[in-house]
């Protein structure tokens, strides 16, 4: 694993599911950035770079999709950053819009913290992390 921990960002509009999502991916040693809207999201994936980003699809302001498109449109950095959208929206078009969007993996509400978990280690295993 490279020297700086693994920034993880967490884009969720539900405070307690955000808190419960930020407190167990913190106790996996990985560093934690929240945002309560798209719009916060989108300020902090510029601002500090995250490597994983998992993001919420309806939030106020800028909706995960937006966020999604705008990321990949224009990046902050060069290196990949897997988007882990967990919603629940869970139409097989949503889906397919967040392939044809690149979203890296797609989990639907309900799921387990253990889910998430995974789907971090996932992108951690098919994504290089450099050190920055």
């Known amino acids: 694993m490279s020297a700086h921990p693994i920034k993880i960002l967490i884009a969720e509009d539900e405070d307690v599911v955000l808190e419960i999502m930020a407190r ?31 993001s919420d699809l309806k939030m106020p302001k800028m909706n995960g999709w937006a966020v999604l498109s705008q990321l990949r449109q224009n990046p902050p950095t060069r290196r990949w950053q897997p988007v882990i959208i967990v919603s629940a929206q869970s139409d097989l078009a949503d889906f397919q819009k967040g392939m044809d969007l690149q979203a890296d993996h797609y989990l639907t509400k309900p799921c387990r913290i253990e889910d998430i978990l995974k789907a971090i280690r996932l992108m951690l295993s098919l994504v290089p992390q450099r050190n920055t």
């Open 24 to 54: 167990k991916i913190a106790s996996q040693n990985y560093e934690v950035i929240t945002a309560r809207d798209g719009q916060e999201a989108w300020e902090k994936i510029i601002s500090t770079v995250p490597d994983i980003i998992i």
